[in-house]
């Protein structure tokens, strides 16, 4: 079974622009969740969406959004970028939701200039 | 808004038992505590996951005290390949929607030979 997969892997981007980012779950997953890892902050969840629901919700501004598609297939959106939002910003899915055994893919790098 | 900690850093030879506690005190009454493993340039990887008392598998055991308000991982035997970031996650029931996940600040784990 292929696991969590996340594209682009590395981007580079500058202040004031918007980035989207794609995560496609284990096959049969329904649950997808984003988190934002940096050395400072750590592992910081970001939203869950289940179903294409937004299911929960962490503490981030309204700058960073995502939504899931049919195909359980997830997109982050992070607009007006900062220099702080450079990141790794990792997905992972699981089968009935993130209060249970969570898939990571290998996430995103995302530089900001 | 729930707060975890856990040692920073660990050392470690091979051959030992490992223990790493992570102190979560306003867990939801009705969530799991999971554990995950992080190498460089990877995701989490799932270790185990408990709701109270002992919970062991083929790699670890995870001690849960009947107020829940902290769990310790316990790696048997641990070898160089161990020698990673280990990271305890607990929902605190908080957050828009019902759930935050809220990850420990992680443990690095340092196995020599």
């Known amino acids: 079974k292929a696991g969590v997969t996340q594209t682009p892997r590395y981007l580079i981007k500058t202040r004031g622009q918007q980035v989207t980012l794609s995560c496609s779950p284990i096959s049969g997953h329904r649950s997808v969740s984003w988190y934002q890892q940096t050395p400072g902050q750590g592992l910081q969840f970001l939203f869950e969406y289940f179903s294409e629901t937004q299911r929960n919700k962490g503490n981030f501004p309204g700058r960073f959004s995502g939504r899931q598609f049919s195909n359980s297939r997830s997109e982050m959106n992070v607009s007006t970028l900062e220099l702080g939002d450079s990141a790794l910003y990792l997905c992972?899915?699981?089968?009935?939701?993130?209060?249970?055994?969570?898939?990571f893919g290998p996430g995103t790098r995302l530089t900001v200039l | 808004l729930a707060k975890t900690t856990q040692p920073i850093s660990m050392d470690s030879y091979e051959g030992q038992e490992v223990n790493i506690t992570c102190s979560h005190n306003n867990i939801a009454t009705n969530d799991y505590i999971t554990w995950y493993q992080q190498f460089p340039s990877q995701g989490p990887r799932f270790i185990i996951q408990g709701y109270k008392t002992k919970v062991t598998n083929e790699v670890a055991s995870l001690f849960i005290p009947a107020d829940r308000k902290s769990s310790t991982l316990s790696l048997p035997r641990v070898s160089l390949s161990d020698t990673a970031v280990y990271y305890c996650l607990v929902g605190d029931g908080v957050g828009n929607y019902g759930q935050n996940f809220v990850f420990g600040p992680g443990t690095r784990l340092s196995v020599l030979p």
């Open positions: 992972a899915s699981s089968l009935t939701g993130g209060r249970n055994e969570q898939f």
